[in-house]
């Protein structure tokens, strides 16, 4: 089974996806809509110079996110990357707090330390989330959640890992030493490269000489499937493989999704590397949130007006969350100094910052200036 | 009881904790079977199976990363460098990842990375490191770096008990012939507190691993052949550092000698020096010095390698010269 290559709906039964009930379908469409239209008013934000960093666009990524964390129950851990918005909402994350984080609020989820979705709620399961904020040198997740699905196994735990990385972060030495050691491990975690296209402004081949990444699952010796990253139905389908396969004791898995970035790396990037035409393309013939429009309105003959009041209920959430965000209060600036260690809890500021009388300063002197006896005309 | 070497007492700490708290785990090369490169966690595997000793690849990104994700969702994990030279593999991990985790994310990191350290064992470049200071440089790791047998215990125990990451370093020249009796009991040095190692009124030298027993070697021959009366201080914990402890040593004997193995330029006798300068300026009666390292890749060949270090009779003649101020 190593190593394979399959495409979804090739399989043996039918696709996990095409059977899900209707209103599981609907509540895929529900959070890739959410997506997009978060991501949307996160840039008109953006445009207000209320964001307060560099702000990362999903658009046309959307399938992959929600179709993939969808395949996970409520106690596994998913990590994602910047570009896994959608993932995060299916695990739990709430726009509030996403738009928090993007404006630097003192009661974000990191309390203004952290940029836009780096954020995070793991531990027991049932009382937390379950999503692992990445961090930014990218392929950092696959050990860490190599070591989270460790726990799993040693406590006995029937949980299933999940880590995003892109076609970039499989350069790098983090993720082939993570998902090495998972699969020698037997870990149960699912790896997932989505493969956009570019890493910044670098293109898939130069970023690797092999014909696609999934073959890579084969010199580590775990199951590797490819698909259609911007067919929902199929990435679910995907996916939902590979998390029973963990779950039953397989081992890791390691899936590639086609699909496409967009946007540039983040709103400041003008895209002056991708060919003409390309990103046009894609959005014409291959926007995964049109496309599965089509699915449900032609295939599951779900009418116009459903998908019109989802829109219109996630308008509303998405208004809400923004007054919310608005009104938020900054951070205080001692703030800063709490917790970087358990103990002691918070740092000191230091002497200048911390309302130190100037002119004192210089009369610290002791009475001797030290031992030191000139009279005696040397060293006591 | 007993002596038992500084490398015993480490593995002593280690079965105890791993008896203590089934959380403990340990995760490492060649560590399990094989008892590790030093044998410092020898029997362990065959006491605590193959889930908590495990043998990890040779990669010391996923080795730390792996920690850290355990160490998130509760387990206390410990890892080993086979030698802390190549915990700069991990460095990124460890200062981007783990250092941050609690105060990005507030998540805890409570994990051991522990190995043999130091040189004066002809271990050439790669085996010889002390590369304590990139560490002390990054807010949200804890470094401990014991010299006696009875601290390498008691610090390894609060390391693992302690609720954020903390830098093991073990000195290798140290692991068989420094020996000591283990106080008896659960046996829990604290992190952050510096030991006076020897009394004295004249200067005080402030170091902390190997080169505290160059010291006090040095310390005895300045009062036998010199009349000189030596304070030695044990840091024991290098982040933290023990600011009281360091300003109560250069306000009693108002002379300063700073000594460690680590190479001089940026190394941490000048954050220290610096400290002494800030606060305790009014009560120097000559600079701090420095005795270090050269600034050189630890050759291998005993010349070269006695010629890099910190010598004993180099820290006499620093003393000497500080006395003299």
């Given at each position: 089974?190593?190593?394979?290559?399959?495409?979804?709906?090739?399989?043996?039964?039918?696709?996990?996806?095409?059977?899900?009930?209707?209103?599981?379908?609907?509540?895929?469409?529900?959070?890739?809509?959410?997506?997009?239209?978060?991501?949307?008013?996160?840039?008109?934000?953006?445009?207000?110079?209320?964001?307060?960093?560099?702000?990362?666009?999903?658009?046309?990524?959307?399938?992959?996110?929600?179709?993939?964390?969808?395949?996970?129950?409520?106690?596994?851990?998913?990590?994602?990357?910047?570009?896994?918005?959608?993932?995060?909402?299916?695990?739990?994350?709430?726009?509030?707090?996403?738009?928090?984080?993007?404006?630097?609020?003192?009661?974000?989820?990191?309390?203004?330390?952290?940029?836009?979705?780096?954020?995070?709620?793991?531990?027991?399961?049932?009382?937390?989330?379950?999503?692992?904020?990445?961090?930014?040198?990218?392929?950092?997740?696959?050990?860490?959640?190599?070591?989270?699905?460790?726990?799993?196994?040693?406590?006995?735990?029937?949980?299933?890992?999940?880590?995003?990385?892109?076609?970039?972060?499989?350069?790098?030495?983090?993720?082939?030493?993570?998902?090495?050691?998972?699969?020698?491990?037997?870990?149960?975690?699912?790896?997932?490269?989505?493969?956009?296209?570019?890493?910044?402004?670098?293109?898939?081949?130069?970023?690797?000489?092999?014909?696609?990444?999934?073959?890579?699952?084969?010199?580590?010796?775990?199951?590797?499937?490819?698909?259609?990253?911007?067919?929902?139905?199929?990435?679910?389908?995907?996916?939902?493989?590979?998390?029973?396969?963990?779950?039953?004791?397989?081992?890791?898995?390691?899936?590639?999704?086609?699909?496409?970035?967009?946007?540039?790396?983040?709103?400041?990037?003008?895209?002056?590397?991708?060919?003409?035409?390309?990103?046009?393309?894609?959005?014409?013939?291959?926007?995964?949130?049109?496309?599965?429009?089509?699915?449900?309105?032609?295939?599951?003959?779900?009418?116009?007006?459903?998908?019109?009041?989802?829109?219109?209920?996630?308008?509303?959430?998405?208004?809400?969350?923004?007054?919310?965000?608005?009104?938020?209060?900054?951070?205080?600036?001692?703030?800063?100094?709490?917790?970087?260690?358990?103990?002691?809890?918070?740092?000191?500021?230091?002497?200048?910052?911390?309302?130190?009388?100037?002119?004192?300063?210089?009369?610290?002197?002791?009475?001797g200036w030290g031992t030191w006896d000139a009279a005696k005309g040397g060293p006591r | 009881?007993?002596?038992?070497?500084?490398?015993?007492?480490?593995?002593?700490?280690?079965?105890?904790?791993?008896?203590?708290?089934?959380?403990?785990?340990?995760?490492?090369?060649?560590?399990?079977?094989?008892?590790?490169?030093?044998?410092?966690?020898?029997?362990?595997?065959?006491?605590?199976?193959?889930?908590?000793?495990?043998?990890?690849?040779?990669?010391?990104?996923?080795?730390?990363?792996?920690?850290?994700?355990?160490?998130?969702?509760?387990?206390?994990?410990?890892?080993?460098?086979?030698?802390?030279?190549?915990?700069?593999?991990?460095?990124?991990?460890?200062?981007?990842?783990?250092?941050?985790?609690?105060?990005?994310?507030?998540?805890?990191?409570?994990?051991?990375?522990?190995?043999?350290?130091?040189?004066?064992?002809?271990?050439?470049?790669?085996?010889?490191?002390?590369?304590?200071?990139?560490?002390?440089?990054?807010?949200?790791?804890?470094?401990?770096?014991?010299?006696?047998?009875?601290?390498?215990?008691?610090?390894?125990?609060?390391?693992?008990?302690?609720?954020?990451?903390?830098?093991?370093?073990?000195?290798?020249?140290?692991?068989?012939?420094?020996?000591?009796?283990?106080?008896?009991?659960?046996?829990?040095?604290?992190?952050?507190?510096?030991?006076?190692?020897?009394?004295?009124?004249?200067?005080?030298?402030?170091?902390?691993?190997?080169?505290?027993?160059?010291?006090?070697?040095?310390?005895?021959?300045?009062?036998?052949?010199?009349?000189?009366?030596?304070?030695?201080?044990?840091?024991?914990?290098?982040?933290?550092?023990?600011?009281?402890?360091?300003?109560?040593?250069?306000?009693?004997?108002n002379?300063?000698?700073?000594?460690?193995?680590?190479?001089?330029?940026?190394?941490?006798?000048?954050?220290?020096?610096?400290?002494?300068?800030?606060?305790?300026?009014?009560?120097?009666d000559a600079?701090?010095?420095?005795?270090?390292?050269?600034?050189?890749?630890?050759?291998?060949?005993?010349?070269?390698?006695?010629?890099?270090?910190?010598?004993?009779?180099?820290?006499?003649?620093?003393?000497?010269?500080?006395a003299a101020w």
């Amino acid at each position: 089974m190593s190593g394979r290559r399959r495409r979804a709906g090739e399989g043996p039964g039918a696709s996990l996806g095409e059977a899900l009930p209707l209103e599981r379908k609907l509540e895929l469409y529900y959070w890739m809509r959410l997506t997009r239209t978060l991501e949307e008013r996160l840039v008109a934000l953006y445009r207000q110079t209320k964001v307060v960093g560099g702000l990362f666009r999903s658009l046309g990524q959307e399938a992959d996110a929600v179709g993939s964390c969808y395949a996970l129950e409520s106690r596994d851990v998913m990590s994602p990357l910047i570009r896994n918005i959608g993932a995060m909402l299916v695990k739990g994350a709430t726009p509030v707090e996403i738009l928090k984080q993007y404006m630097a609020k003192g009661d974000s989820p990191t309390r203004g330390r952290e940029l836009n979705i780096h954020f995070g709620d793991i531990g027991e399961a049932g009382r937390t989330r379950g999503f692992l904020g990445q961090i930014s040198p990218l392929g950092d997740m696959v050990p860490v959640m190599a070591g989270v699905t460790l726990s799993f196994r040693m406590r006995g735990e029937d949980r299933v890992g999940l880590v995003y990385v892109g076609d970039g972060a499989t350069s790098t030495g983090a993720f082939h030493e993570g998902i090495n050691f998972a699969a020698v491990q037997k870990l149960p975690l699912v790896v997932i490269i989505e493969n956009n296209g570019y890493a910044y402004s670098t293109p898939t081949h130069k970023q690797t000489a092999a014909k696609q990444f999934v073959d890579k699952a084969i010199g580590y010796g775990v199951y590797g499937e490819q698909v259609d990253g911007n067919d929902v139905l199929a990435v679910y389908d995907c996916t939902r493989r590979a998390v029973d396969r963990a779950r039953a004791g397989e081992g890791v898995s390691l899936l590639e999704f086609m699909t496409f970035r967009r946007k540039g790396h983040a709103e400041h990037d003008n895209q002056s590397y991708v060919q003409p035409g390309e990103v046009e393309a894609w959005a014409a013939d291959n926007d995964p949130v049109d496309r599965y429009v089509r699915v449900l309105l032609d295939r599951e003959k779900v009418p116009q007006a459903a998908l019109d009041e989802i829109d219109a209920r996630i308008h509303r959430e998405v208004d809400a969350a923004t007054d919310v965000a608005e009104a938020s209060p900054l951070p205080e600036p001692l703030d800063a100094l709490v917790g970087v260690y358990a103990d002691p809890p918070t740092e000191r500021p230091l002497w200048y910052r911390d309302g130190a009388d100037v002119s004192s300063l210089g009369r610290e002197r002791a009475e001797g200036w030290g031992t030191w006896d000139a009279a005696k005309g040397g060293p006591r | 009881m007993a002596e038992i070497t500084y490398l015993e007492a480490i593995r002593e700490a280690l079965d105890e904790e791993m008896a203590r708290d089934q959380n403990v785990f340990m995760l490492g090369e060649d560590i399990g079977a094989f008892g590790g490169a030093f044998k410092v966690t020898d029997g362990l595997m065959a006491k605590y199976g193959e889930q908590r000793v495990i043998d990890s690849p040779i990669s010391e990104i996923a080795i730390v990363g792996a920690a850290a994700g355990a160490a998130h969702m509760g387990m206390r994990p410990v890892v080993e460098m086979q030698f802390i030279d190549f915990m700069a593999n991990a460095y990124d991990m460890l200062t981007n990842y783990v250092a941050t985790a609690r105060y990005r994310a507030f998540l805890g990191c409570p994990m051991v990375v522990r190995g043999p350290s130091g040189g004066y064992v002809r271990g050439g470049p790669f085996h010889s490191q002390n590369p304590e200071a990139g560490f002390i440089h990054t807010p949200g790791l804890k470094v401990v770096y014991p010299s006696t047998a009875e601290d390498a215990k008691g610090l390894m125990k609060s390391a693992i008990r302690d609720d954020d990451c903390v830098l093991f370093f073990e000195h290798k020249y140290l692991y068989r012939r420094i020996k000591g009796v283990m106080p008896a009991g659960d046996h829990v040095v604290p992190i952050g507190k510096a030991r006076t190692a020897r009394e004295g009124t004249d200067l005080s030298i402030i170091t902390y691993a190997a080169t505290v027993h160059k010291s006090l070697e040095a310390a005895e021959r300045l009062q036998a052949e010199h009349g000189l009366s030596v304070e030695v201080i044990d840091l024991r914990t290098l982040a933290p550092l023990d600011d009281e402890a360091i300003f109560a040593t250069a306000r009693k004997t108002n002379r300063v000698l700073v000594v460690h193995e680590d190479t001089r330029t940026g190394g941490i006798a000048g954050e220290i020096t610096a400290r002494i300068s800030e606060t305790c300026f009014a009560h120097l009666d000559a600079p701090v010095l420095r005795v270090t390292a050269h600034d050189i890749p630890l050759p291998y060949a005993p010349a070269l390698e006695d010629f890099v270090l910190p010598q004993v009779q180099d820290i006499i003649t620093a003393a000497r010269r500080l006395a003299a101020w």
